[in-house]
Antibody, heavy 115, light 110 residues
Framework: QVQLQESGPGLVKPSGTLSLTCAVS?????????WSWVRQAPGKGLEWIGE???????YYNPSLKSRVSISMDKSKNQFSLNLSSVTAADTAVYYC????????WGRGTQVAVSS | QSVLTQPPSVSGAPGQRVTISCTGT?????????VHWYQQLPGTAPKLLIY???NRPSGVPDRFSGSKSGTSASLAITGLQAEDEADYYC??????????FGGGTKLTVL
């Protein structure tokens, strides 16, 4: 059974960098899937952040592209999200997910941006 | 402003049929990209409900069905149950954007 688990700081200071990791179990991150990050601001809808393929190809939401970086660590079977220059508008629950469509989701991790 | 447009809310009584629309444009749904639907129960992660416009993953009741025509898609739920009360999101792709979502629709079971 494939499971995804997000982890990272629950609080980030404004202008800082948000860094999250998605640990994958039950599957190899080197398998031929797309691995995505999606976020949901409080009371709002879903927003796709970006994705990475096992070969390292990345695609990002143009609205976030200048601040986002997604990478993978095959040795740890995980992939990561870095979002720089954060503001309160980046406060959200962050989900990692697998495949197209997004068949498997992590439970999500709450991140607040506040001083 | 979401790329795909959904009604903010719909409601229905138990046993009734409800539909949720998802309207796009010629650069996403109308360009031939598949539409997928997700159900998000309160406080939980989204769950894939319909993929490839009309297909149900294993375990999803056949009360849920999807359709697509032109630049729009729809999710239909028949035999409405209290447990169906959730937020529903459509998703497709767009030129330059591999994943785009609708704004979500809150389903209330009366």
């Amino acid at each position: 059974q494939v499971q995804l688990q997000e982890s990272g700081p629950g609080l980030v200071k404004p202008s800082g960098t948000l860094s999250l990791t998605c640990a994958v179990s039950g599957d190899s991150i080197s398998s031929s899937y797309w691995w995505s990050w999606v976020r949901q601001a409080p009371g709002k809808g879903l927003e796709w952040i970006g994705e990475i393929h096992h070969r390292g190809t990345t695609y990002y939401n143009p609205s976030l592209k200048s601040r986002v970086s997604i990478s993978m660590d095959k040795s740890k079977n995980q992939f990561s999200l870095n979002l720089s220059s954060v503001t309160a508008a980046d406060t959200a629950v962050y989900y990692c997910a697998r495949d197209h469509p997004l068949r498997i989701w992590g439970r999500g991790t709450q991140v607040a941006v506040s001083s | 402003q979401s790329v795909l447009t959904q009604p903010p809310s719909v409601s229905g009584a138990p046993g009734q049929r409800v539909t949720i629309s998802c309207t796009g444009t010629s650069s996403n749904i109308g360009a031939g990209y598949d539409v997928h639907w997700y159900q998000q129960l309160p406080g939980t992660a989204p769950k894939l409900l319909i993929y490839g416009n009309t297909n149900r993953p294993s375990g999803v009741p056949d009360r849920f069905s999807g359709s697509k025509s032109g630049t729009s898609a729809s999710l239909a739920i028949t035999g409405l149950q209290a447990e169906d009360e959730a937020d529903y999101y459509c998703q497709s792709a767009d030129s330059g954007l591999n994943v785009v979502f609708g704004g979500g629709t809150k389903l209330t079971v009366l």
